[in-house]
């Protein structure tokens, strides 16, 4: 095994760990969007993992699905949801959550299965992950205006390079990384330090707004 392809298998097993590692915090708190949202993530990983050993394509389908679920509508939507817990005080009901992730699921199948989506896919996932970023930018502010700089700055760097991830994957390919290596080691890293990342912030958003919350009360 060259160390690209070691680095790959660490990078994919990073991801899968991160996931279900920070999946299962959030659950914990009862935010099931980003809890299931980060599990699916960790699955389509370690379908991805099983795929480099074997090369079984139906774990390959199966990672492709949900890698298509997760950058069309999991993260830039139900994960934007699942943060707004602690910039909106928005918390659905378990009844809304399922429905959230079927309609994804849903229009996920449009995006893999029609044929007339094939041609603006490509730029589909990139706005998607563009209105993504701008929200992230908006946690950020949120994060500086509550005294925590460190996480506004770390947050910040995740979405740039996520976003950077978002633009080489469908419109500017790596010169050279024709077995694609290269690039999927930049991306699960990145992907695996935003959502170990974003439950950092997030707590300490939410610490800030329960301060604030003690505060007024008195």
């Given at each position: 095994m060259e160390i690209k392809e070691l680095l790959g298998v660490l990078s994919c097993?990073?991801?899968v760990?991160?996931?279900v590692t920070f999946g299962i915090k959030f659950l914990k708190k009862r935010n099931y969007l980003l809890g299931f949202e980060w599990l699916i993530v960790a699955f389509s990983g370690s379908?991805?993992?099983?795929?480099?050993?074997?090369?079984?394509?139906?774990?390959?389908?199966?990672?492709?699905?949900?890698?298509?679920?997760?950058?069309?509508f999991g993260i830039p939507i139900v994960a934007t949801?699942?943060?707004?817990?602690?910039?909106?005080?928005?918390?659905?009901s378990?009844?809304?959550?399922?429905?959230?992730?079927?309609a994804s699921f849903a229009a996920t199948f449009?995006?893999?299965?029609?044929?007339?989506?094939?041609?603006?896919?490509?730029?589909?996932?990139?706005?998607?992950?563009?209105?993504?970023?701008?929200?992230?930018?908006?946690?950020?502010?949120r994060l500086i205006r509550v005294g925590e700089g460190l996480h506004a700055m770390a947050t910040a760097v995740g979405a740039a390079a996520a976003l950077a991830v978002a633009i080489v994957y469908d419109l500017f390919p790596i010169p050279g990384d024709d077995d694609k290596m290269l690039f999927m080691i930049f991306a699960l890293t990145t992907w695996s330090y935003t959502m170990i990342q974003l439950f950092y912030a997030y707590g300490a958003l939410g610490r800030s707004r329960e301060q604030g919350a003690l505060l007024a009360a008195r």
């Open positions: 097993l990073l991801l760990l991160s996931g379908n991805l993992l099983i795929y480099l050993f074997t090369e079984w394509k139906v774990n390959y389908s199966i990672s492709f699905f949900l890698d298509a679920f997760s950058r069309g949801l699942g943060l707004m817990a602690v910039t909106h005080n928005y918390k659905p378990p009844l809304k959550d399922v429905m959230i992730f079927a449009v995006l893999v299965l029609a044929d007339f989506v094939r041609e603006p896919l490509p730029y589909f996932y990139v706005l998607m992950w563009s209105c993504y970023t701008v929200y992230l930018a908006y946690f950020t502010w």
